[in-house]
């Protein structure tokens, strides 16, 4: 396949901006676009030169569109995945890959079937600090890595109305945002066994948690600690990783990287320093080139599957009041 004729299945926000950095990467074209809301698919059709259709089926089954980018709310994207594949075409789903692993095992087994990719967009590893401090963990500069702390607090209303406020269409704060953390953590700590969880709602603002507190334990001893909130004005990001012979901070989207072995000085790197393509273009020129050129994909259904579990399995443990294995969500075989 030499250039992608693409189908957009959700026409919000980030779908026109993936869409459009596609069409900037060379190689694709926009052929049609799909959203619950014809008024939207019509006012995307427009802006992005592409026909405006009304069925996920009609959309998938043109034979004009090679593969297809599904950006709807994540408790739509069972159906657009398997849309996509009954009708043979390669998937980019954003993140989370669904709000169930139940949902995750159809989408990856349809694909599966079908014959057809699927990636999915768990682009967070892919920001320059992110990036960076997995490189330098996997080189070992700290150390083995033994644990890593996130917070990631703020204040935003747009979770207040509209499908995010929803647990049906958004499944709730940790798989709705928080999967891009947990999904960090696989990166650096390896395979997750046990998730424990507390969550909160602070102000009552949505049908779901605006606070939570989850610790998940890995294969090889690692701990992840994750301290997430949308009901914190003073908003911060910042991570804290501990590695067996020093350890390594960074402020997430901004800022710079520091880190330091317990006899060595410390090493400062600056956003400048690390350069780098915009995570976005990179994330969809892996996904192009794994279909033009067949170059392995950055990430895959299993990635976007693991982070859902790790979620699933704390909402499971703050329901129940206590720890919750990997393995009570996942099927035997894995």
């Keep these: 396949m030499d250039n992608v004729s693409l189908g957009v299945i959700g026409c919000g926000v980030m779908a026109r901006d993936l869409a459009r950095r596609c069409v900037r990467l060379g190689r694709v074209r926009i052929a049609a676009v799909y959203d619950s809301d014809p008024d939207i ?21 043109r034979i004009d569109i090679d593969a297809v980018i599904i950006a709807s709310p994540p408790g739509a994207h069972l159906e657009g995945v398997l849309a ?3 009708a043979g075409k390669a998937v980019f789903c954003e993140k989370p890959l669904g709000i169930s692993v139940a949902e995750c095992d159809r989408m990856i087994a349809a694909c599966r079937n079908a014959g057809v990719p699927l990636f999915v967009g768990h682009v967070l590893r892919l920001f320059p600090l992110f990036r960076h401090s997995i490189r330098l963990c996997r080189d070992s500069v700290i150390g083995k890595v033994r644990g890593v702390a996130i917070t990631r607090t703020g204040y935003s209303t747009e979770f207040h109305s509209g499908w995010r406020s929803g647990r049906a269409m958004a499944g709730g704060l940790l798989y709705e945002v928080h999967v891009h953390e947990f999904d960090y953590m696989r990166a650096l700590l390896g395979r997750p066994t046990r998730v424990t969880a507390r969550l909160d709602d602070a102000y009552r603002k949505m049908e779901y948690e605006d606070t939570a507190y989850v610790m998940v334990e890995f294969e090889g001893g690692g701990t992840g600690l994750l301290h997430a909130s949308n009901s914190s004005p003073i908003g911060e990001y910042n991570v804290h990783i501990h590695g067996s012979e020093g350890n390594m901070v960074h402020g997430g989207f901004g800022g710079n990287l520091r880190y330091q072995t317990i006899h060595g000085v410390a090493t400062e790197v600056s956003l400048s320093e690390i350069g780098g393509q915009n995570p976005y273009d990179r994330e969809l020129g892996s996904w192009i080139d794994s279909l033009t050129i067949g170059l392995e994909p950055l990430f895959t259904g299993e990635d976007g599957r693991m982070a859902v579990a790790m979620a699933e399995c704390a909402y499971r443990s703050a329901g129940s009041g206590k720890p919750v294995s990997i393995s009570e969500v996942l099927t035997p075989s894995d």
């Design 41 to 61: 698919a019509a006012s995307a059709g427009v802006e992005l030169v592409a026909e405006p259709v009304f069925d996920v089926g009609e959309l998938c089954n």
């Design 84 to 86: 996509a594949a009954a």
